[in-house]
């Protein structure tokens, strides 16, 4: 009892130290019933790499990458651990696209349409992201800022962590569900 009670402790000091809560009382707005729109550039005049869109939630369904490693990637501008995530996502974005790997980001900020797309091209993001809300946070089991999410190439969801995560550990990991590419 005493060691459940250490591990519980110290699990919750470790995810504490390396990931950001949900911003308590902002709301995340809800699920978009809007059609799915394109941010190109956007918030402050940035202008976003090529690779960047930002859509609406209603936009998003994982059946759509099935055939592809997806990974998901739940994150905020104002989180630092996100901001610490999200060139390794960049890098592996890069390194394993060809291979079949697609990252999408799920932005939890209050106004994504003006945080994200200057932070995009201040970094260099190369990938889609969703405009988030409740329902992709209920829907996924969000509890903190980053959490990833990963489905293999059949659409099962095969990984869920929150808190930040070693850009090795998280190679090591799409790595596992990467292997050949399925014959179309």
Not at 48 to 76: E, T
Not at 90 to 102: C, S
């Amino acid at each position: 009892m005493k060691l459940r009670i250490a591990v519980i402790i110290v699990l919750g000091l470790v995810l504490a130290g390396f990931g950001c809560k949900i911003k308590p009382g902002e709301g995340r707005g809800t699920v978009a019933t809007a059609p799915a729109t394109a941010v190109e550039g956007g918030g402050k005049g940035a202008t976003p790499p090529a690779g960047f869109k930002l859509v609406d939630a209603s936009a998003f369904k994982v059946a759509d990458y099935k055939g592809q490693v997806l990974v998901m990637d739940f994150w905020a501008t104002w989180c630092g651990p996100c901001k610490m995530e999200i060139p390794h996502l960049i890098a592996l974005q890069n390194k394993y696209r060809a291979q079949g790997l697609v990252v999408v980001g799920i932005s939890m900020d209050d106004n994504p349409a003006e945080a994200v797309p200057p932070y995009a091209a201040e970094v260099g993001m190369n990938y889609t992201n969703v405009k988030g809300n409740d329902a992709l946070e209920t829907e996924y089991g969000v509890v903190g800022l980053p959490t990833i999410v990963i489905y293999d190439r059949n659409g099962n969801k095969v990984f869920s962590r929150p808190g930040y995560i070693e850009e090795n550990v998280l190679e090591g990991e799409i790595r596992k569900y990467l292997g050949p590419a399925p014959a179309k």
